[in-house]
């Protein structure tokens, strides 16, 4: 036999593909040519599959080899084909029956020695060949546990080159998947710990009930970190759906944790101010990796020391904040990832950062509208919730500890909240009240009635409102009533949102 076949799978962004890895052995001279558009490490895969080959004890063939990837025309990048290309050539070469790999898909990374390496991104491949009906998977041991999170897939795992091929010639046995044992909810920062602003906890509870971003602004040790570090304690646990894609993406990025389980939490992520376009909206050479507003993607992006940051990078966040996905286009083509995440912004109010604000403040009012106009007026726009912290004096700083409500509290207001806005949209295909378009609003029979929105007509008017903000006051009322209870806004909780998205404290 000189010709033989097997499925694979391969990843365009965050979608699998199955692949068909056919390999015809001819006579001529000794050569291994691989097809179908392979990048650089795919190319390499021809030296790392022969010493793999041979070092397992196997026979490499003295033919001309050709090796193609199907479809020819998609992209294949990195090197999960390892083991896929490793089988076929052993059963071109007649070394090995493949009747065993009808139907089953296989992919790893191979080493030299033989051993079959994990690679990044088995969970979204694992899920696309069982979206294209695949129901077996060989894949390696270090990935087994994460692919067996893909409900009605068998899913069986190697360690080396020479156990599949023992599997096949001799009967043995292939390796199961880890059992990943009880799930541990790990102890994350609470709430309680936060002491006074009362403003904060409320704008933070507002936001994790309606999913609005939000901007916090104020003087050093005001809060604001503790504050932005807490929004993922009492936001909703991620159902099936929403788990599966953020482990997903966790899963190509390299960063999924250890254990092979879905992740249940929010995520959470805090760049460091000085990272660059690429590191927030994601990057890297052949097709992009995801950045940080992939990585948040179904919990909070923290924007710390925003006005640190560069200006093109923040306001690369614009496009995500409204279509809730990022599109990166590349020589090798386009990859999108998806992106809908909370946004937390945190500045200081100027460039010396003096802990009681204003009163000791050594800038200029010129420095000050300099250093906080970092913050472009279409990127503040689009953020709901935007409050003034005022420093804390000493009878906030040395309260109880039980002034302040936990986390396990507020976090059942918020479900309740969410449930109910949940209840109330999802005819039309919206689960929170920051996914509902302004127009749905401003007509019956969601309309407010004229009185509640005198206001805020006015201030439309007048120029001092864009048009965006006033849909997302109309949207920050209707959150504030799902927390309090009401079926519908009134003109306390119309005033309300207005001082949370102008930031002025009453």
Known sequence: MSYAKVLSVGLTGVTGHLVEVEADLSPGLPAVVLSGLPDTALNEARDRVRAAIVNSGQR????????????????????AFDLAIAVVLLGGSGELPLAAFDGVAIFGELGLDGTVRPVRGALPMVAAAAKAGVSRVVVPIGNAAEAAVVPGVQVKAVDALHRLVAFVRDGASLLDPPDSGPEAEPDGPDLADVAGQALGRRAIEVAAAGGHHVALLGPPGAGKTMLAERLP????????????????????????????????????????????????????TGLARPGAVSLSHGGVLFIDEAAEFASRALDALRQPLETGRILLRRADGATE????????????PCPCAKPSGDQFCECSPTARRRYIGRLSGPLLDRIDVQVTLDPLGAAELMAPETDGEPSAVVADRVLKARAAATARWSANGWRTNADVPGAALRRPPWRLPAADTKALRTRLDHGSLSARGFDRILRLAWTIADIDGRHRPDSDDVLEATQLRTGIAK
Do not use: C
């Open 337 to 348: 990832y998806p992106a809908r995440f909370q946004l937390v912004l945190a500045a200081n």
């Open 233 to 284: 304690s009492i936001l909703p646990e991620l159902d099936d759906e929403a788990a599966l894609a953020v482990t997903a993406l966790h899963s190509i990025a390299g960063v999924l944790p250890p254990g092979g389980r879905l992740l249940r939490r929010p995520p959470f992520q805090a760049p460091h101010h000085t990272a660059t376009v690429q590191a927030l909206v994601g990057g890297g």
């Open 60 to 79: 490499w063939p003295s033919r001309r080899i050709t090796v193609n990837l199907l479809p020819a025309g998609m992209r294949k990048t990195g090197s």
